[in-house]
């Protein structure tokens, strides 16, 4: 029976071998097993005639005989040939760099490697069951013998050859893989080790082609974004051009922003292998991810345009975290809201007022409306007076999408207002509303709820004893309204009117939110000092921790994305979904939308346990807004977005002399052979020799064999048969 099948390559895998491992002891006793057997029949049966003795003999030796088999454990080693297990797998680059024109014949590299592929194929097609496939970000598709690559913008950009060999052996069965030829420039800038990646599995032969020197072009070979930028103030951006074999050039580079030049700069390059490092002025107007266009304009007898441009990322805060406040109308309450806020110089407060539509328009500076979903994106929190004129129904959905997303807000109840329309935002704050009418003019003390006795909004900086003295020692205030019940909120601060209490601050949370509700007129007589605070009274205290609070909502959302800012065209954004909590049984969702219009693209995220969910997504070049969603039992648990941009350029393109060395460390450490792809020679004939071959072998316990078995069994009952028939039992 087969007890194994081991690969081995060697000069005799051809050949038929028998390996014995003896036991001595089995040996000798069977030895003398046999001695007696032949010395019994002999001599002592002198009645049976020669001819019955001599059979009986040889029936006994042929039982023992089958036993001295099995006491030396033979081991039959057959080899299993056919070009099915004897695959040689093809990896040929398409990556941007093999689009350099500097192959014989003027061919570009990746023609000279796809006619040398091919011409491989067809001669040792007869010894290999040749597979090829393109790589460059990633690898394509296998075609078999001298079909060209599947070659798509899929498989160009970048060169991730490690990545690459590590999905050449995980589509094939390592045990038919005979050898791995790869056949590029060398060049590789992206993804894992290629040595790390072979480990040796295979022997990994090299055609190296292109030329050593860098061809004469001018490169961008450097980009460097500051690492902290604020909107409103410079930015510079640093870019380092060279160019290689060629004479003195002159150029303009160009910073572009959506296609707007926003810089430019000229450069001299005197000598051949000259470089040069510029600085591009450039300002960010608004926080967020900015998406430029680094630009070399073209130069004269250039040959290559794909080295002149690099998409890069800017990424720009707010020069104070901003606090937007949307009211109907500006009170001293409001007011007194702004003073705590900006208290902390790092924040600055913008005041808007409904206007027209979704609408709202800013009172401070200029006065052209913006969306209110505009006002949400560009502040770090924000406080809207909680009634029907601030929260129109539109304003109310987009609060709650806010809100769900992982924004914070301050819902300020507004004193004789009427409560916004029932909508998605009311049923998430499940507030009862009841106004205070048949009691006008009420006013409570203020006090620790059991809750804001462990909350940073209404400690004020302090501990539960001094926050409670703080607050037992300010002005009465007005209760707006009667709440009677708010499922998902929680009371962080009390009314007390007389033995009865209203909540005044509310808290909790919607989505991956923060919100809190403020159910409180008079509040500017808190600007008062109060015992245990500094002269600044408890606004800042208050208003200002609370601003940051909300704030805080954005770091411990139950989901977050992660992406680079940055992808190389045709290498597909690498996605993952992080969930602050182990999501079992949970499904994963992106969809990606184009800004400059198109169809969405979506697609299922793979979990990896831990609450982490990745995948890799084609995308086209542009900058995408990929929203993600993270779903339980058809509920969704968590949402997360981000923008992220495709472009060419990148690291492809800093380097474009040919890397031999590469390839040579990959063939050195698995038993290959690197030669020029001008001169094949030697590795074409180190494969076609019988020893480059790898076969299957089948190991056939011989002693462990039923047919041996039954052998002894048969010698045996043919020996006792002939016993009885000669009357010897």
């Not at 011409?119 to 393109?134: N, Q």
């Not at 078999?144 to 498989?155: T, V």
Request: aromatic share 6%.
């Amino acid at each position: 029976c087969f007890r194994a099948i081991s690969r081995t390559r060697s000069s005799s895998v051809s050949t038929v071998s028998l390996h014995l491992s003896p036991n001595w002891i089995a040996l000798l006793l069977i030895g003398g097993v046999i001695a007696i057997a032949a010395w019994a029949y002999l001599t002592r049966y002198e009645a049976l005639a020669p001819r019955e003795r001599g059979i009986l003999l040889a029936a006994r030796l042929a039982a023992l005989t089958a036993l001295l088999v099995a006491a030396f454990a033979p081991v039959l080693s057959v080899p299993l040939a056919g070009k099915a297990r004897n695959r040689l797998l093809v990896l040929v680059d398409h990556s941007g760099s093999m689009s350099v024109r500097d192959a014989s014949g003027g061919k570009t590299r990746r023609e000279a490697a796809d006619s040398a592929a091919a011409s491989i194929a067809e001669m040792l097609g007869g010894r290999y069951d040749v597979r090829v496939a393109a790589f460059g970000a990633k690898l394509g598709p296998f075609a078999r013998g001298g079909a060209a690559p599947a070659s798509a913008r899929a498989d160009e950009g970048e060169t991730a050859l490690g990545d690459a060999i590590r999905m050449a052996l995980e589509r094939n069965d390592p045990d038919s893989v005979a050898a791995l030829l790869v056949v590029s420039d060398g060049a590789v800038n992206r993804g894992e080790d290629p040595d790390r990646a072979l480990g040796g599995a295979v022997p990994a032969y090299s055609l190296w082609t292109g030329s050593r020197e860098d061809p004469a072009s001018v490169s961008l070979v450097g980009v460097e974004t500051p690492s902290e930028a604020v909107a409103g103030r410079p930015a510079p951006v640093s870019v380092r051009v060279r160019q290689g074999n060629r004479r003195a050039t002159e150029g303009t580079l160009r910073l572009l922003e959506d296609g707007v030049e926003r810089s430019r700069a000229r450069f001299a390059l005197s000598a051949p292998g000259a470089a040069a490092t510029l600085s591009l002025p450039y300002t960010p107007s608004t926080p967020g991810a900015h998406f430029l266009r680094v630009v070399i304009d073209s130069v004269p007898g250039d040959p290559l345009r794909e080295n002149k441009e690099r998409l890069i990322a800017v990424h720009a805060r707010a020069s104070t975290r901003r606090l937007a406040i949307l009211a109907s109308r500006w009170d001293w309450d409001l007011r007194a809201l702004a003073r705590g806020a900006a208290e902390d110089t790092s924040w600055s407060v913008a005041r808007f007022v409904p206007a027209a539509g979704r609408d709202v328009a800013p009172i401070d500076g200029s006065r052209t409306p913006i969306s209110f979903e505009q006002m949400l994106e560009r502040a770090a929190a924000v406080a809207i007076r909680y009634d029907a004129r601030a929260l129109s129904p539109e304003r109310s959905a987009a609060l709650h999408r806010y809100l769900e997303r992982g924004g914070g807000a301050l819902l300020w109840i507004e004193p004789n207002g009427a409560p916004p329309a029932e909508g998605a935002l009311t049923r998430a704050l499940g507030i009862v509303w009841r106004n205070w009418a048949d009691a006008p003019g009420v006013s409570a003390s203020v006090e620790l709820a059991p809750a804001g006795r462990t909350s940073e909004v209404a400690l004020l900086g302090g501990d539960a004893s001094s926050a409670a003295a703080a607050w037992g020692a300010l002005p009465p205030v007005a209760p707006i309204i009667g709440i009677g019940h708010a499922s998902l909120l929680t009371p962080i601060l009390l009314g007390r009117i007389g033995e009865e209490t209203v909540p005044l601050l509310l808290t909790g949370r919607i989505g991956a939110g923060r919100v809190a509700v403020l159910n409180v007129a008079g509040v500017y007589r808190w600007g008062l000092t109060a015992g245990g605070l500094s002269a600044g009274g408890v606004e800042g205290a208050f208003f200002g921790g609370l601003c940051r609070w909300l704030e805080s909502a954005r770091n411990d959302r139950p989901v977050r994305i992660e992406a680079p800012d940055v992808s190389a065209e045709g290498a597909g954004v690498p996605i993952r979904l992080v969930a602050s909590e182990r999501s079992s049984g949970a499904i994963a969702n992106v969809s990606i939308v184009p800004e400059s219009g198109g169809a969405a693209v979506t697609a299922r995220l793979e979990s990896s346990g831990e609450g982490i969910f990745t995948g890799s997504i084609p995308l086209a070049p542009g900058v995408h807004r990929v929203r993600a969603a993270l779903e339980r039992g058809g509920r969704i648990v968590g949402r997360d977005s981000m923008r992220v941009a495709v472009g060419s350029g990148g690291l492809e393109y800093e380097a474009l002399a040919a890397e031999p060395a590469t390839l040579e460390r990959l063939a050195a450490g698995s038993g290959g052979m690197v030669a020029s792809l001008e001169r094949p020679e030697p590795v074409v004939e180190r494969l076609e020799r019988p020893d480059s071959a790898r076969a299957r072998r089948a190991e056939i316990d011989l002693f462990h064999n039923p047919l041996l078995f039954l052998f002894l069994v048969l010698a045996l009952t043919v020996e006792w048969a002939l016993r009885k028939r000669f009357h010897l039992l």
